[in-house]
């Protein structure tokens, strides 16, 4: 009889390299802190004296950086209230790469465990990107490095993601970061229209660039840089939100943003952004018709409140002469797409343009096309479109699908996501979607946290000689039939 060998006993020991790096990180810190300080600029100490701790968590778990990057996302307007350099806004794509850094030296814990399938958005992902630069490569680096930055620089959060997925209670986190910064965000917005513009003005805040009106009405931007931005983020909050509150109605956490989702749509109305009111209203639609039926009573409550308390407002939120100034201006700009069918060239207009001009001074009209389609075939040419188009496609029918595989919590997410991703499409209709932070960096986190979910290969996949192994060990181990010899 043979007797198995006894198996080796996994014991936890911590990494011993742990601590040698944690008191070189900290003599590396204080040394810093000793020079900075005896140089002068005690301030610049006592900013990386802080944050150097929090370097060393998203090193760790690189999953800590990508929440704290959603969380402090809503929040980067207040730079406008101080008289920070145009380059104080590269916090963003700083924290982003240090995020994705990260992920190469993380703890092989908080790295994706198993092997994934490529979500079927990334080939046309590839090839939007390839598209851009090739642009780029075109036009010069100047306005190439502008275009692409502005376009694809988000895609290292996406990279994060992919490499080191949010887990269950990340992902919940997630979920609460959306319910509590938006509303936060709605408030302020709706503060500002107590205030009044000249109270806003005397903050510290711009007529004509951040102060606008439609009619006599402010436009609400409350923590964002100008109105659109509020006004879609509270609608992806919203989208995200729902889903997860209308499944688990006894969770506190959803209770009260149950209780508050007239907050959030006095918050949302108080920007008068047709584009975010086409985009929620396009995402609850969907989630109507999806699986949540609840939704759908109340969009025709919403419509009439909007009209009977709106009055002039929304005589001038619907009237036509700002639609006709969109119209107008791609029809002025058409020849430039049929002369040009691969695109003028990324960066040549939009934000992108406006940076170019700062950038180097050059002079000449800055045309916004406030259309991400317009704007996508007039800098990238048909094919870039092209390859746009499918990959929002794609993008809708990847997370749709997710939703139909996973259940509880996950699903909810996952149709919240596609719900957004709809919204971001009928919104680049009349918006410059994709060039509005922060909800380009949103829409490639929140799908490529949908795909780390969805996209786990089974073993049994991803290795044959287990799937042949299954059927011998079941065969050896199945009971003789009945009236079989016992051996």
Sequence with gaps: MKIAAPQPTS???????QPVGAALAFVAVGAAVIVLVSSGNAAAAFAFAFFAPILVLIARRPQFGILLFVALAPFDGFRLLYEVPVVGAAWKFVLGGLVLAATFVCPKEARAQARRRVPNWALPLLGFVLIGLASALKVGLVQGGVGLKLDF?????????????????????????????????????IAQQVM????????????????????????????????????????????????QALRDTKRPRNRVFLFLIPIYLLGLGSAFSRSALLAF????????????????????LLLIAFLFFGGNVTETLSSSSSLNERTSGWQENVDQVVAHPLGVGIGAVGSAAETVVELTGRTGDRYQPDNYFFKTVYELGLLGLWMLVLLLMAAV???????????????????????????????????????????????????????????????????????????????????????????
């Design 11 to 17: 014991i936890m020991v911590g990494d011993p390299r």
């Design 153 to 189: 620089a988000y895609l290292l959060v996406a990279g994060a993601v992919w490499r080191c997925p949010l887990d269950a209670r990340d992902r919940d986190r997630l979920v609460s970061i959306f319910m509590v910064t938006a509303l936060i965000a709605a408030v302020t917005g």
């Design 196 to 243: 009044g513009s000249v109270a806003v003005h005397d903050l510290g805040y711009e007529y004509n660039t951040t102060i606008r009106f439609i009619g006599n009405s402010l436009r609400s931007f409350s923590t964002f840089e100008n109105a659109p931005a509020f006004a879609l983020y509270v609608s992806l909050a919203l989208l995200m939100g729902v889903p």
């Design 281 to 300: 209203g396009a995402g609850i639609l969907y989630l109507g018709l999806r699986r949540y039926r609840a939704v759908l009573a109340v969009l025709p």
């Design 397 to 487: 029918n990847s997370t749709h699908r997710a939703a139909d595989r996973l259940a509880g919590a996950d699903q909810a997410f996952a149709d919240g996501v596609a719900a957004t991703i709809v919204g971001a499409i009928v919104a680049s209709f009349t918006a410059s979607y994709f060039e509005i932070f922060p909800l380009d960096l949103l829409f490639w986190l929140l799908l490529t946290v949908v795909a780390t979910m969805d996209g786990r290969v089974p073993r049994s996949e991803s290795s044959p000689s287990t799937m042949l192994r299954v059927p011998r060990r079941a065969h050896r181990s199945a009971a003789p039939p009945v009236g079989a010899p016992v051996p």
